[in-house]
């Protein structure tokens, strides 16, 4: 199976990655208002590219879907059922089978271990039911709690402080990560 051959929906005792619904959108909204989450990320992420938040959903499995862009998942807490964030397979290079990942929560629920379980719900969900071979992300060198989920994944750092074009003025410098 390819990449975009369904939404997925994956879960272990106590993350689940699902489509997003509506329902999401004031915690979606809360998170995308908070400049402390998206210190660290490229300014162009699918959510920040809609005056209502509620467009941002529906566009999360609209073009960025069905071209094969990007893939968004809601990062939920089983237990309290609470939206925490986004995990989003992007940059699938079909040929080489390549997929890029991204994460981002809400800033209350960093700490807890819901990151480094989203990834590696991701991870399984790559290796075990799709043709992908190589898994890929980037971190900015500043955020290191973002580097330490890769590691406890597995992941290994491939090349360290090199520019990105995330979308600022100047060049992101940013570390590769590969597993």
Do not use: H
Not at 51 to 72: C, M, N, P, Q
Not at 109 to 128: C, F, K, P
């Amino acid at each position: 199976m390819k990449l975009f051959d369904e939404i997925p929906r994956l879960e272990n005792d106590s993350v689940l990655l699902r489509r997003a619904e509506q329902s999401d959108a004031p915690q979606l909204e809360r998170m995308i208002n908070n400049s402390i989450v998206y210190r660290y990320l490229p300014t162009f992420l699918s959510e920040k590219q809609f005056g209502d938040v509620r467009d941002a959903i529906d566009g999360f499995y609209g073009e960025l879907y069905t071209s094969k862009e990007s893939l968004i998942l809601a990062v939920v807490a089983k237990e309290s059922g609470e939206f925490c964030g986004l995990a989003e397979f992007y940059g699938y290079k079909e040929s080489l089978q390549k997929t890029c990942i991204g994460y981002r929560l809400d800033s209350g629920y960093w700490g807890r271990g819901i990151a480094t379980q989203a990834v590696e719900l991701m991870i399984s969900y790559l290796y075990g039911r799709t043709d992908t071979q190589i898994i890929t992300a980037s971190t900015m060198i500043e955020n290191k709690a973002s580097a330490r989920v890769l590691e406890k994944n597995g992941f290994i750092m491939t090349e360290a402080a090199v520019p990105e074009d995330w979308g600022y003025p100047a060049p992101t410098i940013a570390d590769k990560w590969f597993r």
